[in-house]
């Protein structure tokens, strides 16, 4: 039997669509490799939102243009956002790619394998009409019990230094009936915990008018109702979009998780605005606020971005002020990277290498040191925890996450899929350690 390897750059849509092009790969009956040396189609799904991204690939593509060269059969895909951003020179870039697909596209890797499609290189892109919802091709899941869903794709926004818009297109909402459809099934298989994705996921709805008029709110309260399902995550939403029906919805549905990722970027109204981020430092305090004040323990994460074009140390101490005003649960933390074509790759005042790196030195460490804050507060409570293992670091314990989606590692002897009561007794500024006291009435 001929077997794939699928390697994953980028974000959690990308999670998806590999499984997405697992499932498609295993309907035209190839296996699973372990590993990329032991496969006979490569497969890479990447990412290109920031440079080192593309660097990364550069050297899997070396090795794997290797494999190649002692064994010709080799197939080589390359698909994903830096497909798509590179469509122009891709093949020429990297010879020994095979085929190529853009994240609308992947259903194009099964019509060019399905066809024995050797010889010619081909690709298919597209940011608009020809795309299609990964979520309509087979899959193949990680774990049985828990499940991504993608409610949209594309994105809207015009933030000044991102590539997304460019390669996922503009924001198409799936129609709820499908999106219901599809977890009331994964509800049926087993499925728990479910993680609507979108590129900017709480605008969710809005092109659908005006057929159907609906939103974001109203979805996670559909989803809430199906049986079976314990769980509602979803990520990312945009601060402009986070409506009072979101924040109402989330209060008061009980499958809806304690948790939001809510991506500030910077702590300056200045900065804020030359992103085109459409809020000011003191419009996403007031949202905290507001969501705080509904949602009881709410748990609340970050993406920040240091050395935006025109940053002085004065708008990068109000971004340090606000991770400490805020008291984000966790941050994950950028060096600005200018992409080709984006609008902030071509502004004056780039701030040089050495400013970025002791200014992402610095967050780094304040946001460390407030989450480290955050969870020693949850040291003496009991944390409901879904199963998902053992832990990566020592076998003998087990691995989850609360319902706030910190990881904890704990001894008890729950299987994976099941939801625990562990009683937290440790803590460090990214993990919570515990014991099992009881298997949680859910
Ligand atoms: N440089 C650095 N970070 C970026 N992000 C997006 N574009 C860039 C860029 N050009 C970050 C943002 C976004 C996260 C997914 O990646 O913080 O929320
Ligand atoms: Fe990377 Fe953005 Fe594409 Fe996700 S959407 S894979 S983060 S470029």
């Known amino acids: 039997m001929r077997r794939y390897h699928v390697t994953t750059f980028g974000c959690q849509m990308n999670a998806h669509d590999s499984e997405r092009i697992k499932g498609l790969l295993e309907e035209l009956g190839l296996g699973e490799a372990p590993s990329q040396e032991e496969a006979d189609v490569l497969v890479f799904n990447t990412c290109t939102i920031r440079e080192k991204p593309d660097t990364r690939l550069a050297a899997h593509l070396a090795r794997a243009a290797a494999q190649k060269r002692q064994r010709p059969d080799t197939v080589i895909a390359v698909g994903g956002c830096y497909a798509e951003a590179q469509r122009e020179r891709l093949f020429s870039l990297y010879p020994e790619v095979d085929v190529a697909f853009g994240p609308g596209t992947i259903a194009h890797l099964g019509e060019w394998l399905g066809a024995g499609g050797f010889g010619v290189p081909r690709g298919r892109f597209g ?249 020693a507060q949850r040291v003496g409570r009991v944390e409901q925890v879904l199963v998902e293992g053992p832990s990566r670091t020592d076998p003998t314990l087990l691995r989850g996450r609360t319902r706030r989606n910190t990881t904890v590692n704990f001894t008890g002897d729950a299987a994976p899929g099941e939801l625990v009561d562990v009683l937290i007794e440790r803590s460090t500024s990214t993990t919570l350690g515990g014991s099992q006291v009881a298997v949680a009435v859910a």
Not at 203 to 213: H, K, Q, T
Not at 369 to 374: D, F, H, P
């Open 127 to 375: 940011t608009g009409d020809e795309r299609r919802f990964a979520a309509t091709l087979p899959t193949h899941r990680e774990r049985p019990f828990q499940a991504w869903v993608q409610i949209s794709m594309g994105c809207n926004s015009t933030c000044a230094y991102c590539i997304v818009p460019r390669v996922r297109g503009r924001e198409v909402s799936r129609r709820p009936g499908d999106v219901l459809a599809e977890i009331t099934r994964l509800a049926d298989e087993g499925v728990r915990e479910v993680t609507l994705l979108g590129q900017n996921v709480n605008s969710w709805g809005r092109d659908l008018l005006p057929e159907i008029r609906t939103d974001f709110g109203e979805l996670l309260r559909a989803v809430d109702a199906i049986d079976g399902i314990e769980r509602i995550r979803f990520t990312s939403p945009h601060p402009k979009d986070f409506r009072r029906p979101v924040i109402e919805a989330m209060a008061e549905c009980d499958a809806v998780c304690e948790h939001a990722h809510l991506p500030l970027q910077s702590g300056s109204t200045r900065i804020l605005k030359a992103m085109r981020r459409t809020y000011s430092r003191e419009r996403y305090l007031r949202l905290v606020e507001e969501m705080r004040a509904a949602i009881p323990d709410l748990a609340l994460t970050t993406d920040l971005i240091v050395g935006f074009p025109g940053e002085t140390e004065d708008d990068f101490r109000e971004t340090l002020e606000v991770v400490e005003e805020v008291g984000f649960d966790g941050a994950f933390t950028f060096v600005y990277s200018p992409r080709a074509g984006t609008e902030a790759a071509a502004m004056p005042d780039q701030v040089p290498d050495e400013v970025k790196r002791d200014r992402i030195e610095r967050l780094v460490e304040v946001v460390q040191r407030v989450a480290a804050e955050r969870n």
